[in-house]
T-cell receptor, first 114, second 113 residues
Framework: EADIYQTPRYLVIGTGKKITLECSQTMGHDKMYWYQQDPGMELHLIHYSYGVNSTEKGDLSSESTVSRIRTEHFPLTLESARPSHTSQYLC?????????????FGPGTRLTVT | GNSVTQMEGPVTLSEEAFLTINCTYTATGYPSLFWYVQYPGEGLQLLLKATKADDKGSNKGFEATYRKETTSFHLEKGSVQVSDSAVYFCALTPFQGAQKLVFGQGTRLTINP
């Protein structure tokens, strides 16, 4: 079982603040992902990384940025938070099992920007 | 392109009822198929998977069969419990070895005692 952690779990912050959402995994997985989950539940991939110093933008354009300096750590940063950034953010990592990659998800960070 | 379409929710059932959540897909290659479950306040957990046509994935009483002829992967459970209340996501990776998941829109399931 993969262990993947996200902090904080809940964050309420004012417009214009800089925030960093933390994501860590202890399984040594190379591949990590950030999803944005809107109130209608739909999941959108916003960033992914296939290893240290590798980051790519996902399918949904996002004003956030990510970094991958260490294998276990994949933080997401918003330089200036806006109410439109209010959402649930889910981090995941994946490992190769047989002929597929299985993704394991963290518990999520629910962000509210006022 | 690659996409997943799920049954519209929310779905409300009584305990011990039979559950079906429909899922159909479009894929350009030979996809692997997944069902994920999200309990309230938590992240997603892999519920079951199938990697090729006619494979049946099963876990915790849930089953889904990979039907290539109908491009479907419907989730079923014979007798649901209150603890099954959650949001269920059907998903695919478009070919073996693909690393990005394509999700359906999710179906919220509520089971009443």
């Amino acid at each position: 079982e993969a262990d993947i952690y996200q902090t904080p779990r809940y964050l309420v912050i004012g417009t214009g603040k800089k925030i960093t959402l933390e994501c860590s995994q202890t399984m040594g997985h190379d591949k990590m992902y950030w999803y944005q989950q809107d109130p209608g539940m739909e999941l959108h991939l916003i960033h992914y990384s296939y290893g240290v110093n590798s980051t790519e933008k996902g399918d949904l354009s996002s004003e956030s940025t990510v970094s991958r300096i260490r294998t276990e750590h994949f933080p997401l940063t918003l330089e200036s938070a806006r109410p439109s950034h209010t959402s649930q953010y889910l981090c995941a990592s994946s490992e190769h099992r047989g002929d597929i990659y299985e993704q394991y998800f963290g518990p999520g960070t629910r962000l509210t920007v006022t | 392109g690659n996409s997943v379409t799920q049954m519209e929710g929310p779905v409300t059932l009584s305990e011990e009822a039979f559950l079906t959540i429909n899922c159909t897909y479009t894929a350009t290659g030979y996809p692997s198929l997944f069902w994920y479950v999200q309990y309230p306040g938590e992240g997603l957990q892999l519920l079951l998977k199938a990697t090729k046509a006619d494979d049946k994935g099963s876990n915790k009483g849930f089953e889904a069969t990979y039907r290539k002829e109908t491009t479907s992967f419907h989730l079923e459970k014979g007798s649901v419990q209150v603890s099954d209340s959650a949001v269920y996501f059907c998903a695919l990776t478009p070919f073996q070895g693909a690393q990005k998941l394509v999700f359906g829109q999710g179906t919220r399931l509520t089971i009443n005692p």
